[in-house]
């Protein structure tokens, strides 16, 4: 994609680590304690290379990111990305995690199928933007739950 990156999201975690997921054909997550800085940002890589957060997905879209203690080990942090997948009619929500590491990084198994978007775009936009659907946090289990922005 030309000019990307696109959708971004952004969460702030304990010790002044932000994580950040942007869009560009696929996701990347990466995080920071200077995000003025591009320099300073740190990613999930293999050989060189940044790692997709999107393990499952090859046409993602409209992301966004969480960050929240872990619930077994409250003095740590996970970070969750869910987005759209366009692959399967209805539009598909999905969410991978990260386990308590920053760059975080997005292990085989970790991209779940959480449901469908109830349809294939956004009716209000001409553009063909994904769904409204985002995450939020159960107060009590401090665990991820699917929600719905209103437009």
Known sequence: MSGCPCD?????GRDDVVFGTFLADQLY?????NPASSGSWSWWTSLGV??????????PDQPWLLTNRDTGFGST?????GYDDFVPNPVGIRVV?????APPQFLAG????????GGAINPRSSAG??????LD???????????KREL
């Open 110 to 117: 970790s991209d779940k199928f959480v449901g469908a978007s």
């Open 77 to 81: 942090d996970n970070v969750f990305v």
């Open 29 to 33: 997550t990466g995080s920071t304690t």
């Open 97 to 101: 995690t990260s386990f308590n590491l």
């Open 50 to 59: 940044a790692q997709k957060s999107n393990l499952a997905s090859t046409s």
């Open 8 to 12: 971004q999201a952004f969460d702030s």
């Open 129 to 134: 933007q994904g769904s409204a659907e985002r």
């Open 137 to 147: 946090v159960q107060p009590v289990a401090g665990l991820p739950v699917r929600g």
